[in-house]
């Protein structure tokens, strides 16, 4: 994504633990589909299609209204050759829009300029070209994340930020809207539901990013905002979890007013916590979310706030410090008993990737990947990171996957 992005993070997080393992072998023979629905007909398959940095679309900003609705329908026909069901379109990447919002400016992603009208309405023409090809479109936004870069004077002079300087905090040479002030919490909720009372999205879509990744010698200046309400919390870190937990039961109850077809998911970390710091988590020796990004993504499941989580477990089957082999069971019992639906994110941009551990250099990887899953009635499907590496394939990974699984068109579960 042009930055240190939440994969390479992951990866990065990883190293510090541990060097990475090497790739086991396949799961035996799965058992077949879960309750209530057959996994022929309904599976989630999915794809991220990013737009932060001009990942994945639009290729780069400037092009004239028609290249970038040609480039997004030619995103949405790719889903439609892979026998994919689904788009999670990134949205709202850096407190700005891909509508024309009365709460944040255009994107800097399609014309360049922050504020500048590229002339047409990407949210809404996926919506409906999206349904029109049998597809769900999910929209993801990002709810803190302001700026990839510090300088403020850089935001659009009607800015949100610039209107409320105080709003925001500066860390790691970036801008994060701050979670603690419940004026920011309502602001960002209303500047989201803005695109779901527009655009009747079959989803609401968070990635992992809440309070922002740790970074080495900085500390996240809340200190104003956790005099004024951390009330009786006896630690930061438990008031900044019940910060993001507000935003994401907020955000559920909201949803369900405004739209009540529309579901809600997060994409959180694929580590909760590791074992050895808490009895309930992963045999993992990992980055642990809960912890470092206040991210209680267990809470969200066992509350119920969530329609479906989608882990990020971007390694190969047989790691030494986070085995997607031992973390696809830990989150099938975590929303074992829930009304959460699990779907499980892929690393496709791993696959055929330099600098990758070995096992990544088989194109059989992501297939082992899915056939290990079924063994789990739990996992309803997965999503693949991201749109750029379903289209370049290095490997033929992702085409392994579709001629090993995807023989049948699958709807999404619901």
């Not at 290095?394 to 579709?402: K, L, N, P, W």
């Amino acid at each position: 994504m042009g930055r240190l992005t939440r994969r390479a993070f992951a990866l990065a997080a990883l190293s510090a633990f541990t060097t990475a393992g090497t790739a086991g072998t396949a799961a035996p023979a799965p058992a077949q589909g879960g309750a209530g629905e057959s996994r022929a007909t309904a599976e989630m398959r999915g794809m991220w299609l990013a737009t932060v940095a001009n990942r994945d679309w639009p290729s780069k900003p400037g092009l004239t209204a028609a290249q970038q609705r040609k480039e997004l329908i030619d995103w949405l026909d790719l889903a439609v050759r892979n026998r994919l069901n689904t788009v999670v379109f990134q949205v709202r990447p850096t407190a700005d829009a891909l509508w024309p919002s009365p709460y944040e400016p255009w994107s800097q992603v399609l014309t360049g300029t922050q504020g500048k009208s590229p002339g047409w309405d990407p949210l809404g023409t996926a919506v409906t070209e999206a349904h029109a090809r049998g597809l769900e479109l999910h929209a993801w936004f990002n709810p803190y994340r302001v700026a990839t870069h510090a300088d403020r004077s850089r935001l659009v002079a009607a800015h949100p930020v610039r209107k409320h300087p105080d709003w925001a905090v500066e860390y790691g040479g970036r801008l994060y809207y701050n979670p603690g002030l419940p004026a920011v919490r309502a602001f960002v909720q209303d500047a989201m539901l803005d695109a779901v009372k527009r655009y009747p999205v079959d989803a609401v879509h968070f990635d992992d990013y809440f309070y922002p990744y740790p970074v080495a010698g900085q500390s996240f200046d809340d200190d104003d905002a956790y005099d004024a309400h951390g009330g009786t919390f006896t630690t930061r870190a438990a008031w900044r979890r019940d910060n993001v937990n507000k935003l994401v039961r907020e955000m559920a109850a909201r949803i369900k007013a405004v739209r009540p077809g529309t579901q809600f998911g997060i994409s959180p970390f694929g580590v909760w916590r590791n074992a050895s710091t808490d009895s309930r988590g992963s045999d993992t020796r990992a980055f642990q979310s809960y912890d470092e990004i206040y991210a209680d993504s267990r809470k969200w499941v066992k509350e119920g706030w969530l329609d479906y989580v989608v882990p990020q477990l971007y390694w190969e089957i047989g790691n030494s410090a986070a085995d997607y082999a031992k973390l696809v069971p830990w989150w099938a019992e975590a929303v074992k008993g829930s009304r959460t639906r699990l779907y499980l994110g892929e690393g496709l941009y791993k696959a055929g990737a330099s600098g990758q551990p070995a096992a990544w250099s088989a194109k059989a990887e992501l297939s082992r990947h899915l056939t290990l899953a079924k063994k789990y009635p739990q996992a309803r499907g997965h999503v693949f990171f991201a749109a750029k590496d379903v289209r370049t394939d290095r490997i033929g990974a992702m085409a392994r996957v579709v001629a090993d699984h995807y023989g049948q068109s699958a709807k999404p579960p619901r």
